[in-house]
């Protein structure tokens, strides 16, 4: 049995989870709605406050769903409930990040200034110009427009400019050597 996916999702006061034809999993929650159809072959069942995932065989497709259903159920109420952010930092001279209205313009380098809308539940915080948080209850679309963002100016070996995630060890090399 899948270590991940015989553990029961706990579902917190506050939260509805509906399991409807084709097992189309439906969690609403205090900061949304979240909704996606998982494989027909799994069976999915709500009993009071806990969610459970059972698979029909040991199939090695079938165990490889067993745990990834269950995780992303459990990361649909965890969205819903407190949601999800990913924080990036920026590192160089003159690279800065600000938000003007519900768009986040970002100066890295290049002859333009980078814009990025807010859109599909994602929002960003800007708390100083050299950090960004990307905020929203979808972990999945969180990352996406996260790796997004770092991909307009990956951090760089030899100064370690750019755009990387909080926590993130940029591995550095060695310049040139002089004779």
């Given at each position: 049995m899948s270590r991940i996916g015989r553990e029961p999702v706990a579902i917190p006061?506050?939260?509805?989870?509906?399991?409807?034809?084709?097992?189309?999993?439906?969690?609403?929650?205090?900061?949304?709605?979240?909704?996606?159809?998982?494989?027909?072959v799994l069976g999915i069942s709500v009993?009071?406050?806990t969610l459970t995932v059972t698979r029909p065989n040991d199939d090695k497709e079938i165990r490889a769903l067993h745990?990834?259903?269950?995780?992303?159920?459990?990361?649909?109420?965890?969205?819903?409930?407190?949601?999800?952010?990913?924080?990036l930092e920026i590192v160089g001279v003159?690279?800065?990040?600000?938000?003007?209205?519900k768009k986040l313009v970002l100066n890295l380098g290049h002859s333009h200034p980078i814009y990025f809308e807010e859109a599909d539940g994602i929002g960003f915080d800007v708390?100083?110009?050299?950090?960004?948080?990307?905020?929203?209850?979808?972990?999945?679309?969180?990352g996406q427009v996260a790796a997004t963002v770092r991909s307009k100016r990956p951090p760089e070996p030899y100064?370690?400019?750019?755009?990387?995630?909080?926590?993130e060890k940029i591995r550095r090399k060695a310049g040139k050597t002089g004779k």
């Open positions: 006061a506050g939260v509805t989870v509906s399991v409807a034809e084709g097992n189309v999993v439906t969690v609403k929650g205090a900061l949304g709605e979240l909704s996606e159809a998982f494989c027909p009993e009071g406050s745990g990834l259903t269950r995780a992303k159920i459990s990361n649909m109420v965890v969205g819903v409930t407190t949601g999800f952010a990913k924080k003159g690279y800065k990040a600000e938000k003007q209205g708390p100083d110009s050299n950090t960004v948080i990307v905020k929203g209850i979808d972990k999945q679309k969180v100064l370690g400019k750019g755009v990387k995630y909080s926590g």
